[in-house]
């Protein structure tokens, strides 16, 4: 009976030993695995929250099957679409593309002035600051800054700014197509710094967001030096949003040349009782435009009295709009019966209607001396006849679109 109890008792001893040890290891294993998941979660609270994964979500939401978002996926996609959401360009933006400058007149849009950027710039949560909703363009925007630079766009360490649509007053498929140029104030030289870029952004539901993630190194917006950071810790902000309107007017600018029968050639018959002024040439066509030839057998301005004058007109009966012009390049020839000797002046001009006030013909007050058109020996007058003559090489067309 004794030995009995004492094997009970070795027994009941054994199995409480058993069940001590085999407690003390669940303890340690539960809070090996507790102590791990709470080093985690530190180390993402260490990141802050991220305040923009619904809209991102929003986003990858319609890109993928336009239903409604996936509480278990969603967390999950939002990292991924916030990337692509804030990059600056789908494309590297290159220099060349990019424009700065200062100017005087401040943003057409919207301004941003903060009292507070210190506040912002020290700040671990507070990554960008974005500003209340403004309309431009006929749509919804709001100006998005980063402070010390947007890292998911290679813009750490500077100063990144955006303008986002708001999405809802876009259609499914719609996309816009957006100038954007951005200000930064500099009290220094009393001018605002501006960036923007030769091409246009692209807006549409996958792409709300768009902009510079290096506008300023961090460096230069932050030296009070520099003047962009003035009166301790104030600072201004602006950009300027343009929707360019395709043209509704146009004109199509084209030169004709190499004319099947690109001469005129006209004869003044009894040269020497011609008593008037001027006389014309019959009209001739050339080039799809009308043209006569004037002469002035005694000349006019600088050649009266002691040179021929002659000129390429355009026919007054010519239909041109009263902005219209026509490019000429053409000869004009006084013809001697030598033809070595010929007389020949060069025109390379834009003529106009008559009625403009421009020059609607081109040639030479002082052609050819008289003494030397009429000395019988030089070979100009022949049996009293003048031959004259021009050859037009070109001529300009404009095409009005509404005409």
């Known amino acids: 009976m004794k030995s009995h109890y004492t094997k009970s008792t070795v027994s009941a001893v054994f199995l409480l030993f058993c069940l001590f ?5 669940s303890s340690s294993f539960i809070q090996q695995v507790t102590d791990e998941f709470n080093t985690n979660v530190q180390l993402d609270d260490g990141d802050g929250p991220d305040p923009i994964q619904g809209e991102a979500h929003y ?3 319609h890109e993928q099957d336009g239903d409604g978002p996936d509480p278990i996926q969603g967390e999950a996609h939002c990292v991924h679409n916030h990337d692509q959401e804030i990059s600056s360009r789908d494309y590297k933006v290159s220099a060349s593309n990019t424009v700065k400058g200062l100017r005087s007149l401040p943003p057409s849009s919207y301004s941003l002035k903060m009292e507070s950027f210190n506040t912002l710039l020290k700040s671990k949560y507070s990554e960008r600051y974005v500003s209340r909703p403004f309309s431009a363009a006929g749509y919804n925007w709001t100006l998005v800054v980063y402070p010390n630079g947007n890292k998911n766009d290679k813009g750490a360490g500077y100063l990144s700014l955006y303008a986002a649509i708001d999405n809802t007053t876009l259609a499914p498929h719609e996309e ?7 200000y930064v104030f500099n009290k220094k030289e009393k001018k ?43 600072c201004e902000f602006g950009v300027d949003v343009t929707i360019p309107s395709v043209f ?31 006389y014309f040439s019959d009209v001739f066509s050339i080039g799809g435009r009308r043209w006569n030839i004037q002469v002035n057998p005694s000349g006019r301005d600088k050649g009266k009295g002691k040179a021929l004058s002659m000129y390429l007109i355009v026919n007054p009966d010519e239909k041109l709009k009263p902005y219209e012009r026509i490019y000429v390049r053409a000869k004009l020839r006084v013809l001697n ?6 007389v020949e002046r060069q025109i390379d001009n834009w003529f106009s209607h008559q009625e403009t006030g421009r020059a609607y013909g081109w ?14 020996s030089k070979g100009f007058l022949v049996d009293d006849k003048l031959t004259v003559q021009v050859e037009i090489e070109a001529v300009s067309t404009t095409k009005y679109f509404p005409s």
């Open 337 to 342: 019966k030598f033809r070595f000797r010929n």
């Open 363 to 376: 040639g030479s007050s002082e052609f050819i001396p008289l003494s030397s058109l009429k000395d019988s």
């Open 248 to 278: 509704q007017t146009s004109e199509l600018f084209s030169v004709a040349d190499n004319f099947k029968n690109p001469t005129f050639t006209w004869r003044l018959l009894k040269f020497s009782t011609l008593v008037g002024d001027t």
């Open 59 to 61: 986003l990858r939401k």
């Open 176 to 182: 816009v197509y957006v100038d954007l140029r951005f």
């Open 21 to 25: 040890i085999t407690s003390a290891s």
């Open 192 to 234: 605002y710094f501006t960036i923007q870029d030769t091409d246009v952004w692209r807006f549409n539901i996958f792409k709300t967001m768009w902009g510079f993630s290096q506008v300023l190194p961090g460096y230069t917006f932050k030296s009070p030096y520099n003047g962009y950071l003035y009166d301790g810790d104030h």
